[in-house]
């Protein structure tokens, strides 16, 4: 097992600020490794969480490479690893969700999540309609909505009968973080607009 030192200290005690130490990241990554490592060699391979901290411990990993990378494509490479770790970490992590929390929990909490917002002043995506492209010249339209927490998915496609499609537990929480992504920028570009116009 990996010896490392950092910052932290017992007690809930820190040592004064200083920036964070590259070979200390290296260090938290090997680390992470050498504990969820063993996990994959298991009959049936790690579960949801293992999984998912595995793709963390990995993602700081890429975060030491970030640190030291000296030009913007490395910079680039290297970013883009570790957004990617991180997005299939937090997809396990949404996958055992659906593993260990009811069904009606997770809708309770979707419903709950837009009317906090909503009662916040916070921007909520009321309905999505979008166009994808698809190969041999498809196109397909897609809408959802919030009046059921965006939990189905209509699909137009011309010449074809409307499709109404109900996500499964994991896709669903994806797409949810999503929205609100999309609802939080917003948001944001709406109040810096707002301030700007206040300062003139």
Same mark, same amino acid.
Request: glycine share 10%; net charge negative; proline share 3%.
């Given at each position: 097992?990996t010896t490392y030192e950092?910052?932290?200290?017992?007690?809930?005690?820190?040592?004064?600020?200083?920036?964070? &130490?590259?070979?200390?990241?290296?260090?938290?990554?090997?680390? *992470?490794?050498? @504990?969820?490592?063993?996990? *994959?060699? %298991?009959?049936?391979?790690?579960?949801?969480?293992?999984?998912?901290?595995?793709?963390?411990?990995?993602?700081?990993?890429?975060?030491?490479?970030?640190?030291?990378?000296? @030009?913007?494509?490395?910079?680039?490479?290297?970013?883009?690893?570790?957004?990617?770790?991180?997005?299939? +970490? +937090?997809?396990?992590?949404?996958?055992?969700?659906?593993?260990?929390?009811?069904? &009606?929990?997770?809708?309770?909490?979707?419903?709950?999540?837009?009317?906090?917002?909503?009662?916040?002043?916070?921007?909520?995506?009321?309905?999505?309609?979008?166009?994808?492209?698809?190969?041999?010249?498809?196109?397909?339209?897609?809408?959802? /909505?919030?009046?059921?927490?965006?939990?189905?998915?209509?699909?137009?496609?011309?010449?074809?009968? /409307?499709?109404? @499609?109900? %996500?499964?537990? *994991?896709?669903?929480?994806?797409?949810?973080?999503? %929205?609100?992504?999309?609802?939080?920028? @917003?948001?944001?570009?709406?109040? +810096?607009? &707002?301030? +700007?116009?206040?300062?003139?």
């Open positions: 097992m950092t910052n932290a200290t017992r007690g809930g005690m820190l040592q004064p600020a200083a920036p964070v &130490d590259p070979k200390q990241v290296r260090d938290v990554a090997q680390h *992470a490794s050498e @504990v969820f490592g063993p996990s *994959a060699r %298991l009959k049936g391979g790690r579960d949801q969480l293992s999984e998912s901290g595995a793709h963390m411990g990995i993602s700081l990993g890429g975060l030491h490479s970030v640190m030291r990378a000296e @030009v913007p494509i490395d910079h680039l490479a290297e970013g883009e690893f570790t957004l990617d770790h991180l997005h299939r +970490a +937090a997809g396990h992590m949404r996958e055992h969700l659906v593993e260990a929390v009811p069904a &009606d929990e997770l809708e309770a909490r979707h419903r709950g999540l837009i009317d906090s917002c909503l009662e916040e002043g916070l921007t909520v995506v009321g309905s999505l309609t979008a166009e994808l492209l698809m190969a041999k010249g498809r196109r397909l339209t897609v809408r959802l /909505t919030s009046t059921d927490a965006y939990q189905t998915i209509e699909l137009i496609e011309e010449g074809l009968e /409307t499709r109404v @499609v109900r %996500l499964s537990g *994991a896709n669903r929480l994806e797409l949810h973080s999503g %929205l609100h992504e999309i609802g939080r920028i @917003v948001w944001l570009m709406e109040r +810096a607009n &707002d301030k +700007a116009e206040a300062a003139l």
